[in-house]
Structure formats: C-alpha cells, structure tokens
C-alpha cells in the first residue's frame, strides 16, 4: 500500500487474529490484531494485548502488556498505553495522548492531541476533540 507521503508500505497477516501489520511494526507473542484492523509502521503491542475490530493504529504508537482496545478505536501517532489499560469501543485519541497503566477510556471517548488518561481507572469522559480527558 502506499502511504499519504508517497512512500510504499507493507503489510503482513498477523498469525493471531490476521490483522494488518506493517513490516517495521513489533507485535509480541501472545497479542492478536483482529483481521479487520492495521497496525502501522514503528508501533510496538505488548504481550497479550488484543485489538479488536476496525481498529486504526497509527505509527509510532506503543502499547503496554495486556491492553484491551475495542472496536473501531482510532490511536494517533506516538500514543502511549500502559499496561493493562482498557480503551473503549469508537473512542479517538489524538497523537501523542498517553494513557497510564491500568486506565479506562470510555466508550466513543475523545482524547486531544498529547493530553493524558490517568491510571487511577478514572474513565476519560465522552468528549469532543479539544476537551481534556
């Protein structure tokens, strides 16, 4: 496929799930990337994460151990999400937005640009874009 920035990027099937990985992506063992979802280039998923289906991950995204990220989740780039965080199904996090380990991102939740989801299992609110979590 060829990206927005002209260049051409590849894609493999991941064995758990199927799912879309790009070559430069590092999906661990035990982690499974639902069919209808894409991981892009440079992002990195932890052991035992699961992302389920329609799922964008953009480049550069880190994702901890154990994550949960529901359907349709869109992931900006440089995102960060710890450890057995959970992000709700339609939810839209802008690049750079750090979720804390063991924090929950509420269902159709908009998270701004490099703003942060504390992990004190406090969800972030349904929002608009541009709203702190």
Same mark, same amino acid.
């Given at each position: ?39 892009? @280039? =440079? *992002?990195?998923? !932890? #052991? /035992?994460?699961?992302? $389920? ?6 480049? %550069? +995204? ?14 900006? @780039? =440089? *995102?960060?999400? !710890? #450890? /057995?965080?959970?992000? $709700? ?6 690049? %750079? +937005? ?36």
């Amino acid at each position: 496929m060829e990206g927005v920035d002209g260049e051409v990027r590849v894609y493999r099937r991941h064995p758990n799930g199927g799912g879309l990985v790009e070559v430069t992506a590092t999906v661990a063992d035990g982690a499974a990337v639902h069919e209808s979802a894409y991981v892009e @280039s =440079g *992002s990195v998923l !932890g #052991a /035992g994460t699961h992302v $389920g289906p329609g799922c964008w991950i953009e480049s %550069g +995204v880190t994702i901890g151990a154990d994550v949960l990220v529901g359907q349709n989740v869109h992931l900006g @780039s =440089g *995102s960060r999400i !710890g #450890a /057995g965080a959970r992000i $709700g199904a339609n939810a839209r996090l802008g690049a %750079g +937005v750090v979720v804390a380990a063991g924090a929950r991102v509420a269902l159709d939740a908009r998270v701004a640009d490099r703003h942060v989801v504390l992990g004190d299992r406090r969800r972030a609110p349904r929002s608009d874009f541009g709203t702190a979590a």
